[in-house]
């Protein structure tokens, strides 16, 4: 079973850029599509973006494309969301997320079996 931590998360101003990354541990990190969500306050959480095992399949939220990019490194059991031109709307807590499948099955949050405990992003304007 695999245990997920994230990191990177903080204040940047709106225009900015952040870097978020996940390790995996307890399982290799080439056994699980992967992929990162958002929550913001009183809202659900929603789907950001998604790869499958080698990276070679990604999938992202319409309100991201172009600004995002999701990536792996399964060498280090990493994921990581690089974020630019990042807008006040993009403030959330970013939780990581894996499935025990080697494609992405669903981009929704039952699609996903393993939880990070979050990272706070908070985009000032």
């Known amino acids: 079973q695999v245990q997920l931590l994230e990191s990177g998360g903080g204040l940047v101003q709106a225009g900015g850029s952040l870097r978020l990354s996940c390790e995996a541990s307890?399982?290799?990190?080439?056994?699980?599509?992967m992929g990162w969500f958002r929550q913001a306050p009183g809202k659900e959480r929603d789907f950001v973006a998604a790869l499958n095992w080698n990276g070679a399949r990604t999938y992202y939220a319409d309100s991201v494309k172009g600004r995002f990019t999701i990536s792996r490194d399964n060498d280090k059991n990493m994921m990581y969301l690089q974020m630019n031109s990042l807008k006040p709307e993009d403030t959330a807590v970013y939780y990581c997320?894996?499935?025990?499948?080697?494609?992405?099955?669903?981009?929704?949050?039952?699609?996903?079996?393993?939880w990070g405990q979050g990272t706070q992003v908070t985009v000032s304007s």
């Open positions: 307890g399982s290799p990190s080439s056994h699980y599509a």
């Open positions: 997320a894996a499935v025990n499948t080697v494609v992405v099955v669903s981009t929704t949050t039952s699609g996903f079996d393993f």
